[in-house]
């Protein structure tokens, strides 16, 4: 009997204590796939990688927390001890989009969940997500959207 319908049976009969019956068959399963199919041997550019994009996942965490504040690309590359132009690099390599669009994007989604589910004025909302101004603010949201955030919300 293979190792699918031995699972189905033991599982189908619940017998006492079943599921811990099903759930070494599962372990016994996944360990044959891992033994199995698994690469072994990674290549050291594909480590490299992988390491740069735990590190810029942790930038990203860092941004979406402090989304609401001043973040330059200078003073996240000091905070993270990265030079702006290998910080930059890295966003265009791994995130594939600018520094720049990822935080407006960030800063974005949040505007957007405000301008739509609160009466915050267009400035209080660009100023409470991070925006330089009401200014800044329209400009992307009518970059993403096709109109200002105003004339969004009167639609609303």
Do not use: W
């Not at 891992?34 to 990674?42: A, F, G, M």
């Not at 966003?91 to 990822?102: C, E």
């Amino acid at each position: 009997m293979g190792l699918f319908e031995e699972m189905y049976h033991v599982y189908a009969e619940k017998k006492n204590g079943y599921e811990y019956k099903v759930q070494s068959l599962y372990y016994r399963l996944l360990y044959l796939l891992v033994s199995k199919y698994r690469k072994t041997d990674l290549d050291a550019e594909k480590i490299c990688a992988n390491k740069k994009l735990n590190k810029l996942s942790t930038i990203t965490d860092y941004m979406k927390q402090n989304y609401s504040k001043e973040l330059s690309l200078e003073s996240l590359a000091r905070t993270f001890n990265y030079s702006p132009t290998y910080l930059s690099r890295m966003f265009r390599k791994y995130a594939q989009m600018s520094y720049k669009t990822y935080l407006d994007d960030l800063r974005l989604r949040h505007a957007y969940n405000d301008l739509v589910n609160t009466d915050l004025s267009i400035g209080m909302i660009a100023e409470k997500n991070g925006f330089a101004g009401s200014k800044a603010f329209a400009r992307v949201f009518k970059e993403q959207y096709g109109e200002l955030p105003s004339e969004y919300r009167k639609k609303q």
